[in-house]
Structures are given as C-alpha cells and as structure tokens.
C-alpha cells in the first residue's frame, strides 16, 4: 500500500497508455484504404538503410526508461507531470488527426537489395505495422518529448553523458524513421513542430510565468 501511495502518480501514463493503445489499434484496424497519400520530393532521395532499424526499435525501451526514470527514480514530481503531459497531448493530437484525416505513405520498397538479420527485422516491422496513421510522427514527437524532459531535469543536470547520448539516440531514431521508410519529411517535419509546440506550452511558458511570480530577492538603488 505503502508503494502504491508513494508512486501513485505513475497510474496517470499507464491509464493514458490503455486509452491510447485502444485508439491506436482501432486506427490500424479501420484505416486501410481511402487514405490520405503523404508525399514530399525529398522522399525521393532519401535511400533506404536496414541498419537504421536498431535505433528505431531503441525506441522502445528508451521511451520505456524515461517514463520509469520520471516515476522512480526522479525526486521532481513537477518534472514527471511536464514530461507526461507533453507525451499525452501528442499522441492524443496524433490520435486526432489519424481519425479527421486518415493518411499514410507509399515509401517502403518492394524487394530488398541485402538479406541480412536487419532486413529481415525491418521485414518483421513491415508485417506488423502498417504503412497508414503517420502524420505526425509519434516516433520522432515522443523522442524530443523525452529529450526535453532528460535536458530539462535539475537531477541530471551535471550529468552532461546522459544529456549527450540521449540527444544522439533521439537522432539518430529521427533519421532511422525516414530511412526505414516508415514516414514520410512531412511527417517528420510536423512531428518535430508539435514537439516544439509542446516545449513552449509545457516548459518554457511555466518557467516565465515562475520567474514573474517570485519576487526579486535584492534591488538595486
């Protein structure tokens, strides 16, 4: 009971998760034809790479350990909501925006120049994800959702490795997500802008408004 109560606040993701979850698969399942085609020119150019499905699928577990980072081991409640927060509003807006305008994309290839381990994940990855619901992309928001969080965390501060390697992991899961032609520039692109959308909103408008509030502790004659 004890632990209950002490990490009560973690129920909110796992809450939001199963609603999202449930959304998500209704999508999958509903939205397969009639679908909106997303597209831009520079799609064209980007070459497809196997190996970019270790980053994609790193994915995964990072955004694993920064949610359980946040609930247990982060002293900073206030961090943990922003964080929550900001994951929960986009993926509901992706949510939104898959059921008012159903899209998806026509970027993965028919035939593999390799057989290897990695192109018969991205196989795999094929097989259970389908090419429809993109926009925007919840790979590419989540991550910078979660680099915001690692980077704006007092705890990790002087951790300046963390900071570091978590920018190069969300990197390199960006470009892994166009380079696995999972999506599209367009979707990265509008990914990328609801994630800044939700560090104004989140983080850099409560800090404003903390800094107005608190009065100035010496003045000046």
Not at 93 to 111: I, T
Not at 117 to 133: A, E, R
Request: glycine share 4%; charged share 15%.
């Amino acid at each position: 009971m004890n632990f209950i109560k002490k990490y009560k606040h973690g129920f909110i993701i796992i809450i939001y998760g199963i609603f999202y979850m449930a959304g998500f698969r209704y999508l999958e399942n509903h939205i397969q034809h009639n679908y909106h085609i997303v597209h831009a020119v520079l799609d064209d150019y980007i070459p497809f790479c196997e190996y970019f499905i270790i980053p994609y699928l790193l994915w995964f577990p990072f955004l694993f350990a920064t949610v359980v980072y946040f609930i247990f081991f982060n002293p900073d409640k206030q961090e943990y909501y922003q964080y929550i927060k900001n994951l929960c509003m986009g993926m509901t807006v992706f949510l939104a925006v898959s059921y008012l305008y159903p899209n998806g994309h026509q970027l993965r290839p028919e035939v593999f120049a390799r057989d290897n381990f990695c192109v018969d994940l991205v196989k795999i990855l094929y097989s259970t994800d389908t090419c429809t619901n993109i926009l925007p992309s919840i790979h590419v928001f989540n991550s910078l959702a979660a680099y915001m969080a690692v980077s704006q965390c007092q705890a990790l501060r002087k951790h300046t490795w963390v900071k570091a390697g978590t920018l190069f992991l969300v990197i390199t899961i960006i470009l892994s997500t166009m380079l696995l032609k999972q999506h599209s520039v367009v979707d990265v692109i509008l990914g990328s802008a609801m994630a800044g959308m939700g560090y104004l909103f989140f983080y850099q408008y409560p800090a404003r408004k903390y800094a107005r509030q608190v009065p100035a502790r010496f003045s000046y004659k």
